[in-house]
């Protein structure tokens, strides 16, 4: 009696022209509904960017955000492919200097020695270019994999359409679709009758047009602590710190008459003011702040932290002057950190309303074992 034939498993390469364009969150939404539409799916990040603070620093350990993506994916082990090389200076200069010359698209090769399900989601490096030195660009890991690629870019103005048609030319048929990002409100129907249509003519489907969400764009006080390395002063006992989120940043330098109007125009903020500001912390506890943050020697009044508790401000201090801690929080605003788990159902419900999964599948020739839960 023959033996059933076992089929490969499909590869899918989530790609991007430039950082921080959305590709861990369109993974992260990708795996939730093609794993409830019955869809086995598999996942990794060959080329990694950080590494997670909790594990060993090897080529083998996992990239921080593979870590939580499988964290809420729950994927079992034979499903997260490793991580084969976490990109910094130390791992560059040592390629350059000829000290680094392992064959690492030999090792990438090796992705599609094991079956791993249905579809295996690989998540490319931050532009089209990151990873060539080490043979690990978009275009050369698509064709080691032979894999689609779905590009994410956020959308930014009209002209992002030239971004994706040079795309187009660069990448021919691998280029499965795109998936345009952060659509200001007031241009999303611009971006659903102009832009999409256009680049469908193009032969390039839009498989999604998702709006600007401030959810995603801001970070929470949690990891603005880690970033900041900042010492706690009071800590909202029943708040968790990673659904504390902060939307905008402010600076509390100006008089206290000023200060009270300028604070009253911005919502969940944070505000760094100096530790001897009194006057100015006590009008930013007064308006929608969610987190204070002190700079200069490291001090507070006990009335300002009575009045931090009985409106569950946190109250931080830094060792960094204000411009530094500036140019920190505004590093961490704006990008889609996955690490907050509010930004996990705000992820999941957007691509719910805005992904077209039916197409997805259509174009990689998957149909699912079961409908829709």
Known sequence: MPQAKVLQSKYLLIGSTRAGSGKSATVLGLGIHLLARGIEIAYGKPLGTFTSRNLPDSAQSLEADVEFINQVLMLP????????LNLDKNTLKNRLLGEDTTDYTALLRQYR?????DLVLIEAPANTAEGAVFGLSLQEMSDCLDAPILLVMRFGALLVVDHVLVAKERLGDRL?????????LAQIDTGIEILAPYLESQGIPVLAMMPENRILRSVSVAEVIEQL???VHYRPEHISLNDLMIEELMIGAMDVNSAQTFFRKSHSKAVITGSNRFDIQL???ETSTNCLILTGPPMVKPEILQRAAELDVPVLSVSHDTLTTVKIIEGCLGQVRLHEGIKVNCI?????????FDRLLQLL??????KPV
């Open 77 to 84: 082990e034979t499903h997260l492919r490793p991580t084969l």
């Open 113 to 117: 020695q094991e079956n791993c399900g």
């Open 348 to 356: 999941s419900d957007m691509m719910a309303k805005h992904f077209k």
């Open 176 to 184: 499965l679709g795109v998936v345009i990002n952060d659509v200001p």
């Open 283 to 285: 009008a930013a506890l």
């Open 365 to 370: 020739d998957l149909k699912p074992d079961r």
């Open 229 to 231: 390395e900042a010492s």
